[in-house]
């Protein structure tokens, strides 16, 4: 039990669908991540929250919208997204931003058709 | 460009003997690094982890080496138990960075029984 959690474990979705992912922390930390990894390649880090404020967006296509209603709580919105973002999506956390150690949710796996 | 490379995309080890997976680094700014291992199905958890100003760290079956004057860290698994078989990601972190965790793509360690 990593303490993080990530619903939907898969998605399927339309270049013209409205989807959400959501990631839910039971470590009492104020850190939390989001990172795309696609085949082959190193996880990219896409935004930083902490204490619920955006600290970090890697210049993420506006298509990827994060939702931090509190530090327990993490939501990636998806509109009109591209084949190519089809990846898998992980949550992560850590005490604070920075911190040497973060620990990581399941993911989502995204198919984008 | 990739500033923290694993090279080798797979490696197979016989079980009992040892495991080293490797990693090497552009940036002289990074002062930690760390391993996670992945095991499919699941997000990635944190194995190990040395400061810049050691050059090993040992814990248990798990030794990382340090070489800042090569750029290049390595992981030591002995002996290798088919249960180490997983996904490995090295990570690299520096104050320029805002302390972000830099991943390498992974190397695939399969250990045979």
């Known amino acids: 039990e990593t303490g993080v959690t990530q619903t939907p474990r898969h998605l399927v979705m339309g270049m013209t669908n409205k989807k959400s992912l959501k990631c839910e922390q039971h470590?009492?930390?104020?850190?939390m991540y989001w990172y795309k990894q696609s085949a082959k390649k190193p996880l990219e880090l896409m935004f930083v929250y902490n204490f619920k404020e955006q600290t970090e967006n890697n210049s993420v296509p506006s298509r990827f919208s994060p939702e931090c209603p509190n530090s327990s709580h993490l939501f990636l919105h998806l509109h009109t997204l591209q084949p190519e973002d089809s990846a898998l999506y992980l949550c992560?956390?850590?005490?604070?931003?920075?911190?040497?150690?973060?620990?990581f949710g399941p993911g989502t796996r995204l198919t984008v058709l | 460009d990739q500033q923290v490379k694993q090279n080798s995309p797979s490696l197979s080890v016989q079980e009992g003997r040892i495991s080293i997976l490797n990693c090497d680094y552009t940036n002289s700014m990074f002062d930690y690094f760390l391993w996670y291992k992945k095991y499919p199905a699941e997000g990635p958890t944190f194995l190990i982890s040395?400061?810049?100003?050691?050059d090993k760290n040992e814990d248990g079956r798990f030794t990382v080496f340090l070489n800042k004057s090569a750029k290049h860290l390595s992981l030591h698994i002995v002996p290798s138990q088919p249960g180490d078989s997983a996904v490995y990601f090295c990570?690299?972190?520096?104050?320029?960075?805002?302390?972000?965790?830099?991943f390498g793509a992974g190397t695939i360690l399969r250990v045979k029984s």
């Open positions: 040395i400061s810049s100003i050691k």
């Open positions: 470590l009492g930390h104020n850190a």
């Open positions: 992560a956390s850590s005490p604070i931003r920075g911190a040497d150690t973060q620990y």
């Open positions: 990570a690299a972190r520096g104050m320029e960075y805002g302390n972000k965790l830099v």
